[in-house]
């Protein structure tokens, strides 16, 4: 009966080609927009993230994002410094400069300044130079994507020299990093050396950066820093989840992915579930003559479910491979690097389908269990 059912559903060329075609449409807008979300929002945290050394970032109160910081006093470095349980604290300034190249064309930047003395928040992997080429006057390192966002079609050549605000910089490193939220170039210095190029009076600090002492949890070490300076301590994660809910709640991007999302799944429901209602009705006369045969209702749903499951399976897989194919083809261009199909996007798209399988069942299988044998003998 299996073999039955398939030569049923083989022998309608164009009707199973356009179930085939509507499980593979969906899949694949799903697919995609589903992992350009998660990649998109996921960017809005990801240099935290990239800060190893340190386990807790500390900051303004009232800050609700990454790039929302109020500048710190000096002080406050110390009296953080100050708790029990901390073995170290180091200062950190974030923010958006204004650069000048060569040519005379105008970038803005990400400008991060670490620990002079540490250089704790320096990235992990040089492409070109080193970590310790930040102590060199006026030196800089900047991410790869950057890079190429700022001297298009160049290789990679170190000493260039430009202007930030006015001050002299010099390229001292490539590294690679997370791609940020803005697709613009990140860049490293030295705190003192940030001071001059941001030019932002003596309140320069937006994070301090802190290493935990011993096996004490650090929430509870960021609970103390927090109940006795009044600043925000959180640690890594719970900093990088406040930056995305902050995304999530005030942006329009949930809402927009949303509705696409959304549509893929409605058109899957629709070509699908369209396609295969019409083709069991064109097929009514072969239920019925089964049915005079003695097959019960059970084995006649059996047969469409293994219909069903294999064109599900079949357009899941295509759209799956289409989809990772073009993440394939596009990871090499910066503003898409790093946006990729993960596990668990592939296993909420194959419960959808499943979805739609089974609703496609549901509009077509009332016909099949009502129907009468004697449809057979009708002329």
Known sequence: MNWLALKMLFGDRAKFLGLIFGVTFATLLMSQQISIFIGIVARAGSQILDVRDADLWVMDNKTRFLDESRSLRDTDLQRVRGIAGVEWAVKMYKGEVGAVMENGNFRGVILEGIDDDTLVGAPAEMVAGSIGDLRQPDAVIVDTSGYTYMWPGEEVKLGRVFEINDHRAVLVGVCKTSAPFETLPVMFTRYSQAAGFARLGRNLMTFILVKGHGDEPKEQLAERIS?????MALTKSQFFWKTIGYFLSSTGIPVNFGITIGLGFIVGVAIAGQTFYLFVIENLKYFGSLKAMGVNNRRIVRMILLQTSFVGVLGYSLG????????????????????????????????????????????????????????????
Do not use: D
Request: net charge neutral; with cysteine.
């Open 227 to 231: 109940a006795e300076t009044g600043l």
């Open 320 to 379: 799956t491979g289409c989809c990772a194919i073009m993440f394939e083809v596009t990871s090499s261009i910066p503003h898409l690097a790093g946006i990729g199909m993960t596990w668990q996007v592939s296993l909420g798209v194959a419960c959808s389908v499943v979805l739609i399988v089974l609703l496609s069942i549901a509009l077509s299988v009332q016909r099949v269990l009502k129907l009468e044998p004697a449809i057979v003998f009708r002329g």
